[in-house]
Structures are given as structure tokens and as C-alpha cells.
């Protein structure tokens, strides 16, 4: 296994396991602490844009994430070599976090619209923590949202593996990937191409029972391609 690969797998168990030891042991949640929160909310950090990127939600969440950083990171690694491929490996998961939170704020400045003047008092309270604000008011749609984007943060490498994803499939577009929920091999060139476009009709629609930050993802696989293509100008090889 190449190193960064292999110490990326071993960054994210110790965040994942230390996560549960002080859930366990000091009832706190260290995703409060490390996950990405809106840059208005009174839970944010300036570090948390690079921790959220090694937080993961619960062992499905951390377990499918790292599968995919040693399937298609291990590649990429051994054919960009260990510094390129860790800098490729941060700029996507920092481009996650930077599409996700424009299109937050994007949200916010539209749903603030839909709050009667009346009761902004109270939603400040609300997007502020509190509780008791929360019993006061009657929580309709446009409140609970602005209540998810303050107060719920965003964990996960997705970001950065949906770079990687977009590396592989330009790289080895004719690869055939046997899925675990596909019956039949699939080439990366019509897979991975299919997955942005589920990724982006889940995030326009934005499902109340969806709490997958879908933009994240995309941001990850954009800058990614903006990343490869201007690493491969002036050449017909991507790397």
C-alpha cells in the first residue's frame, strides 16, 4: 500500500476511534468540535475546514470512505507519486468544503425570505442553539433548514474520494468496476458520469429525508478536474 494512502487510512481510524471513546467516556461529540459548520455559526472554526475532512458519522459512513481512498487512491498514488497525489487529495476535499458552503449561504439568503419578520427574533435563537427558542416558536420548514445549516456539521472524506473518483475515471475511463449494487461490470467512463448526475439532482432537489451534503461531493469532483486538466495543459497525458 503506498504511504499517504496508508496514512490517510490511519488518520481517519484514529479520528473515528477517538470520536467513540469520548462519546463513551465524556459524552461529547467530537464531530461538534472537528466537523465543518457555517462560518455564521457560533460552532465554527477556522480548522474545522480541514478536520471535517477526517470526521466521519458512523462506521458505514468511515468504513465505505476508506474502501474507496485504497481502491482508487492506491492507483493514483502509485502514478502521481506520494506528494502530488496528497495535494490533489487536499485541494478536492478543501474545494468540498468550499462549493458546500457557498451553496449554503446561497440557501440561507433565500430562505430567510420565507421567515415572517415577526419571528426573526425567535430564528436567531434557534440558528443560535437554543433550545428553549426552539419550544417558542413553531418550527416550520424554512426554520428547520436554517437550523440544519447552522448547527449541523458536515464530516466525511466524500469530498475528496468523489476527486479521486473523477481522477480514476479520466485516467482509466475503459476500466470495468464490479459495484456491490450493480449486477454487471460497468466501465468508470459511464459510471462515474452517471454518479455526478445523481449527486446533482439529489442536491438541487434537496429531500427532507436526505442529509447528504451532495454539494460537497460535487466540489470535490470539481476542483479535482480543474486540477487534472491544468496539471495535463500543453499534453495529451492527464498526469
Not at 3 to 25: M, S
Not at 110 to 126: E, K, S, Y
Not at 199 to 219: M, P, Q, R, T
Request: without cysteine.
Amino acid at each position: 500500500m503506498p504511504p499517504v494512502v496508508k496514512n490517510l487510512l490511519i488518520i481517519n481510524g484514529l479520528f473515528f476511534l477517538a470520536r467513540i471513546l469520548v462519546q463513551n467516556i465524556l459524552h461529547e461529540d467530537l464531530n461538534r468540535i472537528f466537523g465543518l459548520h457555517y462560518p455564521q455559526s457560533d460552532y465554527f472554526k477556522p480548522y474545522q475546514v480541514l478536520t471535517s475532512m477526517f470526521s466521519h458519522g458512523n462506521f458505514m459512513h468511515i468504513a465505505f470512505n476508506m474502501f474507496a481512498l485504497w481502491m482508487f487512491g492506491s492507483q493514483l498514488e502509485r502514478i502521481w507519486g506520494s506528494s502530488r497525489f496528497f495535494v490533489y487529495f487536499i485541494i478536492t476535499g478543501l474545494g468540498a468544503s468550499l462549493l458546500h458552503t457557498a451553496v449554503n449561504w446561497y440557501e440561507v439568503q433565500n430562505t430567510w425570505a420565507l421567515i415572517p419578520a415577526d419571528v426573526h427574533a425567535d430564528v436567531v435563537g434557534v440558528i443560535s442553539g437554543n433550545l428553549e427558542a426552539k419550544f417558542h416558536i413553531e418550527l416550520h420548514p424554512a426554520i428547520r433548514k436554517l437550523d440544519m445549516i447552522y448547527n449541523s456539521p458536515v464530516v466525511g472524506a466524500s469530498g475528496a474520494i468523489y476527486g479521486l473518483l473523477i481522477a480514476f475515471g479520466m485516467l482509466f475511463p475503459n476500466t470495468e468496476l464490479m459495484l456491490l449494487f450493480f449486477p454487471v461490470p460497468i466501465k468508470a467512463k459511464y459510471f462515474i458520469p452517471l454518479l455526478m448526475v445523481l449527486e446533482l439532482y439529489l442536491g438541487v432537489n434537496n429531500f427532507s429525508w436526505d442529509n447528504i451534503a451532495h454539494f460537497a461531493h460535487l466540489g470535490g469532483a470539481l476542483f479535482g478536474f480543474i486540477l487534472i486538466k491544468y496539471w495535463s495543459r500543453g499534453s495529451n497525458r492527464l498526469f
